[in-house]
């Protein structure tokens, strides 16, 4: 039986990326950051994958995320990164708790489609609504962290300290949760609700609980977008973003908490270096790259490791 | 003693289809009753009907006084009526020992580990252990499924066809384990059986199904000898495996 080596893992890209946040240029912090807080959203879809569930509208609880922790600075005057982060978790949280009364409900392409729906209900509240800049959204500027005033320029490097630390938290809270007797049932469910029934539990309330925390994490994720890119628009809640992060999800594989990260970080580099060279393909090479992966590694890039190991 | 299940006057009908006609039955505590009849006899809606996943259209369903119709097989399951399936009902993509700990989990088991090991042990199961449920043989399968029903220490357990599929001569050694499992726990077995030998050997009692009623109840020997049960039943079933 193979060791379980997540938590050294764990450890050692959080030390490692905490090591860049001084060192590394501006534009790869900023692309770590984005590539964090992505990882996050995709984090929670994975868990809802392990559930047997795609949600093709993670895109709401991002963009939700994002707007409060935004409107929270610009409106409310709180421009303190910490409160913004914790409120676009909560807000992102609140609201998946209501929907989620009703998804748990649901399965497959319903699942899919429904949650698709929702998200895009945001997006076109958003776009509607001139108060919130409409389609060019606004920006926001974060000035302060915890209480500590920010000094112009570091914030961002700050904040993607922050990340950093943030996020492997969690990814090891959610390690811990998946490898616990919830994260095994969230496996029974998707093999087979009736058995997980007849054994006593309830499989909506286990659906229901995962899809609050894969919304709560989306949500954390679009305050980390939101603080790292300085501006929000109603983009964050459209349709093609879910779609990314089903895609984020997919290319990494579901083997292991670490593999949304760097899933995450692959398709941010080869975002930007595709964006410089070959703006007109990319998505292209992203539609061959997808083709790929689902012939060739169907488990995603994660198992590309233990093919090594087998072989 | 008063009898812990106890059926009156159930009926259920899909469509055309009488699956139940004013079923009257009542199950000692810790008998060991196997329920007999060719396909469509209605004994699998029997066992649907005790644990929820159907509603009877007429009359009432009590386990140890409680009425138990209208109520889901999650709250069965947790009032102590456990049940196995004829098709094993397991997790495909986990390993045989995540099955078993899956169900530990549920059953809020104290030192679930430990626990699994002993049940893996007793079933025969350990060379399995790693194995993924969807991969294993039939009658490890079968095996499995049983051993996930007890897990929860039931009060009465609902076996749908345990040998079905298994090989012949790993038959009897399926219901061994079972009944060794269960012995002196307290636990009433009803088993679903169509295998004869295996009936006279393991009930103390049959109950048979004809056409969603009960055509005849009482001792093996007896029923098994009854001539509306050999036509039926029996010969049916000689039939059907012909």
């Known amino acids: 039986m193979s060791r379980d080596r997540t938590v050294p893992a764990l450890a050692v890209a959080c030390a490692l990326l905490l090591a860049a946040a001084p060192l590394a240029p501006q534009w790869l912090v900023f692309l770590l950051a984005l590539a964090l807080a992505k990882g996050l959203v995709v984090l929670g879809l994975v868990l809802l994958m392990r559930t047997g569930l795609v949600s093709f509208g993670q895109g709401l609880y991002f963009g939700l995320g994002a707007y409060a922790s935004a409107l929270l600075a610009n409106r409310a005057g709180l421009a303190d990164a910490a409160l913004m982060i914790v409120a676009g978790t909560a807000c992102a949280a609140a609201v998946a708790a209501v929907l989620g009364l009703l998804l748990a409900r649901y399965r497959e392409i319903f699942f899919a489609m429904l949650s698709l729906a929702f998200s895009m209900i945001l997006y076109g509240a958003l776009v509607k609504s001139s108060a919130l800049g409409s389609t060019d959204g606004f920006n926001l500027h974060a000035k302060a962290f915890a209480g500590v005033a920010l000094a112009a320029g570091s914030e961002r490097r700050l904040f993607y300290a922050v990340s950093v630390l943030l996020v492997f938290g969690v990814a090891w809270l959610l390690h811990r949760y998946l490898a616990s007797h919830w994260g095994r049932l969230s496996a029974a469910i998707r093999d087979n609700e009736l058995r997980v029934e007849y054994l006593g539990a309830s499989v909506y309330r286990v659906v229901y609980l995962n899809y609050v925390a894969a919304g709560a994490l989306a949500g954390m994720g679009g305050a980390f977008a939101a603080l790292a890119v300085g501006h929000v628009d109603p983009e964050t809640a459209y349709w093609t973003t879910s779609g990314e992060f089903v895609f984020i999800a997919i290319l990494g594989g579901t083997g292991n908490v670490l593999a949304p990260f760097l899933s995450a970080a692959i398709f941010e580099g080869l975002r930007t270096v595709a964006n410089q060279y070959a703006p007109n393909v990319w998505q292209m090479s992203l539609g061959i790259a997808m083709l790929a992966i689902i012939m060739f590694l169907p488990g995603g890039l994660w198992t590309l490791g233990r093919r090594g190991k087998a072989a | ?242």
Do not use: W
Not at chain 2, 42 to 48: A, E, I, S, V
Not at chain 2, 195 to 212: K, L, N, Q
């Open chain 2, 1 to 242: 003693m008063n009898p812990i299940l106890v059926a009156e006057g159930v009926q259920k009908s899909f469509g055309a289809v009488t699956a139940a006609s004013g079923i009257n039955l009542s199950f000692e505590r810790e008998s060991v009753v196997s329920l007999i009849g060719a396909n469509g006899a209605g004994k699998t809606t029997f066992l649907n009907l005790v644990t929820g996943y159907l509603r009877p259209d007429r009359g009432s369903i009590r386990f140890d006084g409680r009425e138990l119709s209208g109520h889901s097989p999650r709250e069965i399951t947790g009032f102590g009526i456990c049940r196995s399936f004829q098709i094993p009902q397991l997790f495909h993509s986990l390993s045989v020992r995540e099955n078993l700990l899956v169900a530990e989990g549920i059953a809020a088991a104290e030192r679930a580990e430990e626990a699994t090991d002993a049940v893996l042990e007793r079933f025969g199961m350990v060379q399995y252990a790693a194995q993924p449920a969807g991969l294993l043989p039939e009658g490890i399968r079968k095996l499995l499924d049983v051993a996930m029903a007890l897990v929860a220490q039931p009060k009465v357990l609902l076996l749908d066809e345990p040998t079905s599929g298994v090989a012949a001569d790993e038959k009897f050694g399926i219901m061994d384990l079972v009944m060794g499992a269960v012995r002196g726990a307290g636990v009433t077995v009803l088993f679903v059986e169509h295998d004869m030998d295996i009936v006279a050997r393991y009930a103390g009692r049959v109950v048979a199904f004809y056409d969603g009623r009960v055509i005849a109840d009482g001792e093996p020997a007896k029923v098994l000898g009854d001539a509306e049960v050999r036509r039926y039943v029996i010969g049916e079933d000689a039939h059907a495996a012909a």
